[in-house]
């Protein structure tokens, strides 16, 4: 397993499927170290919007750890809303 590290994409969840297909990464964990941007629509909106990512990852065999920035909403990082098989929110 590979671990790569991301940060401050602010909300531009097809950014990482997007580099996952371009560098045909696999069999690997990403860090996302901040800045992942939940929190600023809905908690469904930002499902619809994680889901192809979160299908992607699955399909790749690979894990996002998303850390909490100072542009995320803590309370999705106690308490994960979303429950992604291959997104996880880093609590604090």
Known sequence: MRILYLGDIHGNFALIGQ???????KDAHIIQVGDFGVGFATVEK???????LN?????????????????DF????????F?????????D
């Open 19 to 25: 580099y996952i297909k371009l560098y045909g990464i």
């Open 46 to 52: 930002e499902r619809r919007m994680l889901d192809p």
């Open 55 to 71: 299908q992607t990852l699955i399909k790749n065999n690979v894990i996002v750890w998303a850390i909490r920035g100072n542009h």
């Open 74 to 81: 803590k309370p999705h990082f106690d308490n994960d809303p």
């Open 83 to 91: 429950g992604f098989s291959n997104i996880h929110l880093v609590k």
